[in-house]
């Protein structure tokens, strides 16, 4: 039996994604390589690997006893990779970037820069978007993985997905009725820069209700009914649902997260640290 490490990895991506269709978006791929892949690595290792249950797919037991050791070799293969074609870039990359890349997946992209390139290292620091924003602007940070509204987007801003808004409250508490209590970021925070004037323009009283510093807590806020918010499409279902009178406001823009580099100061080692973000982060996790 011979186990390629490529199909191990599209086991992986599937399992980390949570769908063929997500694997093959983040290999870049089509979903049928995605699926020949498994169906080959199933008949080699002569098990079923994968439960598929809709469009949900699950491991199998003899899939996750593989997916434990299929994570130690692909790591491995891409360590031995990385040291024969480490590049020659050195020096230190300053890195910013808000929550809605999660720590998790932030290690695993300077893990693998840092294996690539290993005599650059990076400093991070993790602030609100317009913070980050504005230290980019001043060169304090070489790089910004930050969220902007279609004005505040740059010709030269590298766009790693666009987040789509929706109008939404706990499905225990509508709030069809009397002053709307609004779940922010704070004052200063995008979503509540285009909601309130739509609020205000439709005559609906507002109260500020609860102003969270992360993703998480915004989303938890809405979950348990304390307010409305806008927050991404992404997060409605279960305990999220559309609020109802969001449905006769304007419509909301879109936001794009984006990766930007200092403008007066590109890099080749900072435009190697957006490739590698671009490589791996392409589309939300949803907490």
């Known amino acids: 039996m011979q186990l390629d490490v490529e199909s191990l990895r599209t086991l992986l991506a599937v399992v980390d994604h949570g769908s063929m269709t997500r694997a093959a978006e983040h290999l870049h791929v089509t979903q049928s390589a995605v699926s020949w892949k498994i169906k080959r690595l199933e008949q080699r290792a002569g098990r079923v690997l994968l439960i598929r249950e809709g469009r949900t797919v699950r491991l199998s037991r003899d899939g996750r006893a593989l997916a434990d050791e299929a994570r130690s070799i692909v790591e491995a293969h891409d360590r031995a990779v990385a040291r024969l074609g480490s590049s020659e870039l050195a020096g230190r990359v300053r890195l910013g970037s808000n929550e809605e890349i999660t720590a998790s997946r932030l290690v695993s992209v300077l893990g693998r820069f840092n294996r690539v390139h290993p005599a650059a290292w990076i400093e991070v620091v993790v602030d609100s978007s317009q ?16 969220q902007v509204s279609d004005d505040e987007r740059r010709p030269d801003d590298t766009v790693l997905w666009t987040e789509d808004l929706a109008w939404m409250t706990g499905s225990e508490a509508p709030y069809d009725e009397g002053p709307v209590p609004l779940v922010t970021f704070g004052a200063h925070c995008n979503y509540r820069a285009v909601s309130v004037p739509l609020l205000d323009d439709a005559g609906i009283e507002h109260w500020d209700a609860f102003a969270g510093q992360t993703t998480a807590g915004v989303k938890g806020a809405v979950e348990v009914g304390l307010g409305v918010a806008v927050l991404g499409s992404r997060f409605l279902g279960d305990d999220i649902v559309e609020w109802r009178p969001g449905a006769t406001l304007g419509e909301l823009p879109p936001m794009y997260q984006v990766a930007r580099i200092d403008p007066h100061d590109v890099s080749p080692l900072a435009t190697a640290l957006v490739e590698a973000i671009c490589a791996e982060v392409s589309e939300p996790a949803l907490l």
């Open 131 to 146: 913070e980050l924003a504005a230290l980019v602007d001043l060169g304090e940070i070489d790089v910004a993985v930050i």
